[in-house]
Nanobody, 114 residues
Framework: QVQLVESGGGLVQPGGSLRLSCAAS????????MGWYRQAPGKQRELVASVTSDYMPKYLDSVKGRFTISRDNAKKTVYLQMNNLKPEDTAVYYCNIVGRPGSWGQGTQVTVSS
């Protein structure tokens, strides 16, 4: 079975930074497009950023220039560097396979507030 374990969330003031990590197992990681999703209170889950097996990144318009997705195939880990965080970024962040996601992990809470 696929296991996806997110970490790195926390409390941060507007303008601050966080780096999220996602450790994956149970998949052929190096051949799989991976993404970071988030779900804010009262809203649908949305894809924030993705990276293909060829290391091609894509981003939600609202995070372009602020977030950077990367992957380390040797470590089977996906990262999301988040800079200049805004209150609207507050959500639970999840990683998963892009296109046909499997079960969702516990996620990691990101709270941006003064």
């Amino acid at each position: 079975q696929v296991q996806l374990v997110e970490s790195g969330g926390g409390l941060v003031q507007p303008g601050g930074s966080l780096r999220l990590s996602c450790a994956a197992s149970g998949i052929f990681f190096s051949m799989t497009s991976m993404g970071w999703y988030r779900q804010a209170p009262g809203k649908q889950r949305e894809l924030v950023a993705s990276v293909t097996s060829d290391y091609m990144p894509k981003y939600l318009d609202s995070v372009k220039g602020r977030f950077t997705i990367s992957r380390d195939n040797a470590k089977k880990t996906v990262y999301l560097q988040m800079n200049n965080l805004k209150p609207e970024d507050t959500a639970v962040y999840y990683c998963n396979i892009v296109g046909r996601p499997g079960s969702w992990g516990q996620g990691t809470q990101v709270t941006v507030s003064s």
